[in-house]
């Protein structure tokens, strides 16, 4: 699939912006703090309904207008994929004094008003960001929404586990620090327990299916990278109290029996904690390098090469996963390669329908600037096209 028309009004630091967009390989140059990574959130936005980077919806209107009666961000794009054309509209609506007028998110597909679980992945992407490398150092939060931004683009079972599953875990929180209070009984959580270990047997087998792509993917791309001087090694590391965590089961019913067993052993300190400790809102993936800890013991370089081909893979995985390509965002990323690595991303990507890179330094991607059908310019929150060399 590849975007050919896209459309901002007031989105961040955009007023109104049309853009004709090129099948292939889409080049975006500007200085820093100009809009670049703005329109590549944009449009993974489209794709997801969920910022890469803001905080909340408000965050995403552009400033000049978040105090008028209206508050409000429009995304559209049109969309030539293999399961026939897209058109997709995202409104956000920032706070307003209005009571009629609620703050959010507003989606049509095809001129037709959604939810969001049925218009997320309509649009599939993979983000790249210079901060990617925290997928591989940073907190298991990360490689968490790492792996639920992937999923729920192409299974939309997933992305309703999820929502259920955040509700649950919230009402039974609330329920085990009425417990450790004494306001409540402990054979209130029989109902809850069935609910969050239902929810959540559906989550888990779906990363752990999804593991099993990334892992050969992940170790392929990083030999390809490296010249086959490193080799990356990924495992789904479930939260269930110790029990049973080096094997996947084979379906969500086996899942949700191992969570039912891990509630039921942690029963006590759970209610002691007031705090649920084990379900998929604490898994976790561990990434090693050579066999080591990534996050311990791998060089900076290492890291950023992990979590590159952890992407890499992610696109593969999409790409399978849907039988269309993903349109592959990378935001001023191949400017930190070398250029042997950037060679490599580039010929991976040749067989994408369409790619759009941002940088701020032009002169260290130039094989990119000659690889690319459509060039731009970005300034201050107006994009131009640009013909020249």
Known sequence: MFIFDLQISNYRNYGRVGLNLDRGLNLFVGDNAQGKSNLLEAIYLLSTLRSSRASSDADLVRREILHTDFPVARLACQVERSAGNLQLEVAVVGRTTDASHRAGKRVRVNGVPKRASEAVGQLAAVLFTTLDIEIVAGPPLLRRRYLDMMISQVDRGYLRAMQRYARVLQQRNSLLKRIQAREASAAELGFWDQELAHAGGIIMQARGDALGH??????????????????????????????????????????TARMLRALANLRYREINAGATLVGPHRDDVTVEIDGMPADSFASRAQQRTAALSMRL?????????????????LD??????????????????????????????????????????????????????????
């Open 332 to 389: 001023d990323v191949l400017s930190e390669l070398d250029a042997r690595r950037r060679r490599g991303v580039l010929e991976f990507f040749e067989s994408f329908q369409q790619t759009i890179v941002t940088t701020a330094e032009p002169d260290r991607v130039r094989d990119v600037m000659i690889r690319a059908s459509g060039r731009f310019v970005v300034a201050a929150g107006a994009i131009t096209r640009f013909e020249g060399e």
């Open 214 to 255: 990334l892992v050969a993917q992940g170790a392929q791309q990083m030999e390809r990278l490296s010249d086959g001087m490193e080799t990356l090694q990924m495992t789904y590391r479930p939260a269930l109290g110790g029990l049973d965590e080096t094997d996947c089961p084979v379906d969500e019913t086996e899942w």
């Open 313 to 329: 893979a992610e696109a593969s995985y999409l790409r399978r996963a849907l039988g269309d390509d993903p349109v592959v965002l």
